[in-house]
């Protein structure tokens, strides 16, 4: 770990990440990255995390494993003023990652995400909600986003998208 504690991710995550439990499951994200292909290392480290964090602390390990942290950082600094606010959003959606982020697995029906997605964007409203598919799933995910694209026009939708992985953000218009 103390190798991620010199890359430039972290020197931004620990900058705007100020909780201390929080900077240290970013840094088993980064580590769970480092360690993507040994499958056998990856997975202990993800029951290690699991155990002592539980389901929320391995998914926030996950979101800064797969980028998603730090394409919201990129995103959302432009339009924050201070960076305390950066740091109050960012610490909000890590702090309620099952509520603002969603895993999508290979095996999740297209039509159950959309009413999933869409009862908790019409029962929170929130500036942001977060949309992650890998392999299978990232079919699925930029289905997901066509629905609610038509859905709610209140909302914008923008992605960063691998051969492999898709975050989608979906923002709320101002």
Same mark, same amino acid.
């Given at each position: ?14 900058? &705007? ?8 499951? @970013?840094?088993? +994200? /980064?580590?769970?990255?480092?360690? $993507? ?7 202990? /480290?993800?029951?290690?995390? #699991?155990?002592?964090? =539980?389901?929320? +602390?391995? #998914? ?13 950082? =990129?995103? $959302?600094?432009?339009?924050? =003023? ?8 960012? $610490?909000? /959606? ?5 509520? %603002? ?10 039509? &159950?995400?959309? *009413? *999933?997605? +869409?009862?908790?964007?019409? @029962? ?8 992650? +598919?890998?392999?299978?799933?990232? *079919? ?5 986003? =066509? ?7 209140? %909302?914008?939708?923008?992605? %960063? $998208? ?13």
């Amino acid at each position: 770990m103390k190798k991620q504690r010199k890359s430039p991710e972290w020197k931004i995550l620990s900058e &705007v990440i100020k909780d201390r439990k929080l900077r240290l499951l @970013a840094q088993m +994200g /980064l580590t769970l990255r480092e360690l $993507e292909n040994d499958q056998e290392k990856t997975q202990s /480290l993800r029951n290690k995390i #699991h155990h002592k964090y =539980g389901r929320d +602390g391995l #998914h926030i390990a996950e979101a800064v494993q797969n980028n998603i942290i730090s394409n919201f950082i =990129g995103l $959302e600094s432009p339009n924050i =003023g201070e960076p305390i606010d950066l740091t109050n959003r960012l $610490e909000k /959606l890590l702090n309620n990652v099952e509520k %603002y982020i969603v895993f999508i697995g290979p095996d999740d029906k297209e039509d &159950v995400l959309f *009413r *999933r997605v +869409g009862i908790r964007i019409e @029962a929170d409203v929130p500036d942001t909600l977060i949309l992650f +598919g890998a392999y299978k799933a990232k *079919r699925t995910a930029i289905s997901v986003r =066509g629905k609610i694209e038509k859905a709610f026009p209140s %909302y914008s939708t923008s992605s %960063y $998208e691998t051969k492999i992985k898709i975050i989608i953000f979906i923002n709320r218009l101002n």
